[in-house]
């Protein structure tokens, strides 16, 4: 499926789709197995500058191993998109902390180009963190000890240093 993203902004287009995960490869090589298709309503539109503007959200539900635990996770993603299509990389430089430019070449797109960027930074590192039940569960922290019970984390280093000085002085 391809899109002309200029052409959706010149007609103030919104567009609800279900994108399949076989149209996003990069992301569905992350999942641990089939998952529901990503729920897509976008519109385009052009901003107070004339650019091509994306805004909407992406939401899906999908599976994926836990990097604690490696059990299989379910979870729920729900993305706000809102980006600026640009033609170039010298486009994108003038628009820093204004809005995410998303660079493409050529006049069409394919769902992939569009959405996969914004899918792959919301992934969750562990789905199951929080969990209770999670066997590798990284612990809690601890109180802090008072500072007369605390050991300086470079005091390993200056023990080696007073070490090495004693041998080469003979000691």
Do not use: H, W
Request: include cysteine; hydrophobic fraction near 40%; charged fraction near 35%.
């Amino acid at each position: 499926m391809s899109f002309s993203p200029y052409q959706l902004a010149r007609e103030r287009r919104e567009l609800q789709l279900e994108v399949s995960l076989a149209e996003l490869p990069r992301f569905a090589a992350l999942l641990a197995a089939d998952g529901d298709a990503v729920a897509v309503t976008v519109r385009f539109e052009r901003d107070g500058q004339g650019r091509c503007r994306m805004l909407g959200r992406l939401a899906t539900r999908q599976r994926m191993r836990c990097a604690n635990c490696l059990e299989v996770e379910a979870f729920e993603l729900d993305v706000d998109v809102d980006a600026c299509i640009l033609s170039s990389e010298e486009a994108a430089k003038d628009m820093v902390g204004e809005v995410d430019p998303l660079i493409l070449e050529g006049k069409t797109a394919s769902a992939a180009e569009l959405f996969e960027d914004d899918l792959l930074l919301a992934l969750p590192e562990r789905p199951c963190r929080g969990r209770e039940d999670c066997p590798n569960r990284p612990p809690e922290v601890a109180e802090a000890l008072p500072a007369s019970e605390r050991r300086n984390p470079f005091a390993a280093l200056a023990e080696l240093k007073e070490d090495g000085s004693r041998s080469r002085d003979g000691s």
